[in-house]
């Protein structure tokens, strides 16, 4: 079955960076859009960054664009998100997740499989 597990999560001051792995399992990683997602307590689970198979098609929220690059690695099974310039409402716990498709997703339904997630605190 497929497992995706996060990794990469901590606490940073605000102005700093983090970088999230995600390493994918149980199929064949490169067939297969991936994103990350956040969810802040008492809010909804929204999407940061979205990747197609080949990583030559990416999508960034708003909020987000400019400090936060999405990459994968085909060859380790692995995405990232590389957090720059982090402010304290980046704070949340993120997802990565996988679609059944090789194009990009823009919502949660999209997505099919999902990790466990890891927490991202940023301090003011």
């Known amino acids: 079955q497929v497992q995706l597990v996060e990794s990469g999560g901590g606490l940073v001051q605000a102005g700093g960076s983090l970088r999230l792995s995600c390493a994918a399992s149980?199929?064949?990683?490169?067939?297969?859009?991936m994103g990350w997602f956040r969810q802040a307590p008492g809010k909804e689970r929204d999407l940061v960054a979205a990747?197609?198979?080949?990583?030559?098609?990416?999508y960034y929220a708003h909020s987000v664009k400019g400090r936060f690059t999405i990459s994968r690695d085909n060859a380790k099974n692995t995405v990232y998100l590389q957090m720059n310039t982090l402010k304290p409402e980046d704070t949340a716990v993120y997802y990565c997740?996988?679609?059944?498709?090789?194009?990009?997703?823009?919502?949660?339904?999209?997505?099919?499989?999902w990790g466990q997630g890891t927490q991202v605190t940023v301090s003011s």
């Open positions: 997740a996988q679609r059944d498709e090789s194009v990009l997703g823009l919502t949660k339904a999209e997505y099919s499989y």
């Open positions: 149980g199929r064949t990683f490169r067939n297969y859009a």
């Open positions: 990747i197609n198979w080949s990583g030559g098609n990416t």
